[in-house]
């Protein structure tokens, strides 16, 4: 009687043996221990490779020491099961395993494409008790449906890992291991017949987890998502790269302008665009036009283009069909039927200075910046009184009165341009030629301002114009000559700047 002992896995490539001589009888009966203490994978007769591997080679010499026992020692040769690999991965997924127990603490909300997931992994239970139940040796197929699995397992990593925001890193770690188990099992696939069951419950037991991974993902999503025109967030945390939109139709020599969206907020959907590229002299506004859609400015057709020759500098908006802009070489405001292409209605903004006194950084002639936001028109200007800082006036757009007043710390003419996003004004300023940094906000609806940076890469050196859009929650900027747009993120409710 002889028996085999191992205590690691490793040493079963080069396998020391513990001999109980008895020379009267020389049947072999072998236990095998793997690594997992006191816990026998295989028992006499099982098809385990290394029992299979030691009765082909059992041509192997003993020698009795002085106590009686007889040490052994077989070397297997190369073709023979690959414990080491096994062994790792059994501990990469036992280690993957634990890993995910940790990530599982986020869990929550459901999404339905785990649903199918679900019944494959029914599927494959089936599939893999039938395997275990009976004793034929698995052919080529059950290792293409094992690759299968471990495949969809890397797609369902590379999905996680693109709506996955906080915590990529781990995903990233995932990924790789999940790599290298794919690597691994087409290794193994080559050597062993019998032993990829073990290998397959830890992998159904790794996409069990996977799949609460998944569920939870929902929960720590830092981009809340927000509805078109809603408030419900804690105001802008970053801004995308620029969309190149294309060139003002009047060409490159056209530095100056503004560009935008209308806004009616009875019909928030229209997608009536306009563009109004100054004149060189970088303070006339004489021609403008409007497009129906997005398709029709990017293609340049079909454009309304209207002349108007009143208008000063290129803070003007589009609100509810009406233009507003400064009305030229006055501190008016004034409003324009698009229909019509008239102006119906001319009233001062008080005490707002003009004619280039207070204008923005790098931008002449944009004494009076009009914005519209969820709630409507504003205007951002300057007076002798505030000494050049920033007054913020919301507007009522019908009979152009100023409704609110909101005076801030912060001088004009050192930032480049300003946008409202639910009351609370942004303004930006210079970095460098290719970046700005929206640097400063004062909310209305608190009264309160501050610093906050949030890094804005441009095409060209001077932003010209910024117009936010509540719907598509877009900046519309005009940046010499070019025209682009930019999407807004937002904070979550609570962490307001
Ligand atoms: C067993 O011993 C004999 C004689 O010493 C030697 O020729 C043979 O190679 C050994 N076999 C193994 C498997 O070590
Ligand atoms: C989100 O993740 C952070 C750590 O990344 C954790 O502290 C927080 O509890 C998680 N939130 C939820 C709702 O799971
Ligand atoms: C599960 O197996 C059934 C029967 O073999 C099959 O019809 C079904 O499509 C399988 N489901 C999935 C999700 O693979
Ligand atoms: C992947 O496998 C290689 C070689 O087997 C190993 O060096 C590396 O650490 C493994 N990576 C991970 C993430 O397990
Ligand atoms: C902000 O957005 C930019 C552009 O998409 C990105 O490169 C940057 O990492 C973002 N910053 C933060 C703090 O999310
Ligand atoms: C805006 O002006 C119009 C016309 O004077 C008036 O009917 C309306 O009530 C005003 N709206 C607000 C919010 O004051």
Redesign the pocket.
Known sequence: MVIVTSHDLRVMKELGCLLTYNPLDCLLQVVIQTSKEGEPTTSPGSPFPFWTALMLYSNFNGSVDDRGICTCSVVLPDTSFPVQKVESLEITAHDLTQRFEKELTKVKEYTKTMQLFEQKLLNLSIKVQVMEETSISYNKLDFELLKLEVSEMQKLVTALKSNFDGSSVIIDQLELEIRNMTLLVEELESLDKNNILAIRREIVALKNRLKECEESRGQNNTHPFIPPGSCGHGGVE????PFVVRINWRGSGYKYGAWGRDYTPQEPAKTLYWEAPLNTDGRYLEYYRLYNTLDDLLLYRLAKENRVRLGDGSGMVVYNNFMYFNYYGTRDMAKLDLNSNTVTLRRALPDAAFNNRFSYAGVNWQDMDFAVDESGLWVVYSTEASTGNIVISKINDTSLEVLNTWHTLQYKPSVSNTFIVCGVLYAIRPMNTRKEEIFYYYDTNTRKEGRISIIIEKMLETIQSVNYHPLDQKLYVYNDAYLLTYDLTYQKESEHP
């Not at 970053?238 to 790269?241: G, H």
């Open positions: 970053n801004i995308s790269k």
